[in-house]
């Protein structure tokens, strides 16, 4: 199993910017899907992005234009720059990975979670 740990959340004002970190241990990475998601208050959990091993990135609806996702395997790390932050972006954020190929936006395909990092968004 990998260990997921992700940092970089805080408190931002509308607008603004945060960079998210997910880094792994316990085995390869290069083999490793990693995907963010998110959970507001209330909320079920929304997927936010995804890197696969091979580097195809996907996004969810909600982000697209606004954030990107990266991957540095040397470091063992994905990245998600949020750019143009608003309130409504204001949730936990997880990164999940898996090694087992499969939906990329979907929960249940993840095996891996970290325990999450708040972002919130000031209006």
């Known amino acids: 199993q990998v260990h997921l740990v992700e940092s970089g959340g805080g408190l931002v004002q509308a607008g603004g910017s945060l960079r998210l970190s997910c880094a792994a241990s316990?085995?390869?990475?290069?083999?490793?899907?990693v995907g963010w998601f998110r959970q507001g208050p209330g909320k079920e959990r929304e997927f936010v992005a995804a890197?696969?091993?091979?580097?195809?990135?996907l996004y969810g609806d909600s982000v697209k234009g606004r954030f990107t996702i990266s991957r540095d395997n040397a470091k063992n790390s994905v990245y998600l720059q949020m750019n143009s932050l608003k309130p409504e972006d204001t949730a936990v954020y997880y990164c999940?990975?898996?090694?087992?190929?499969?939906?990329?936006?979907?929960?249940?395909?993840?095996?891996?979670w970290g325990q999450g990092t708040q972002v919130t968004v000031s209006s």
């Open positions: 890197i696969n091993r091979i580097y195809y990135t």
């Open positions: 316990g085995r390869s990475f290069s083999n490793y899907d």
């Open positions: 999940a990975g898996s090694e087992k190929g499969g939906a990329l936006a979907s929960t249940t395909y993840y095996s891996d």
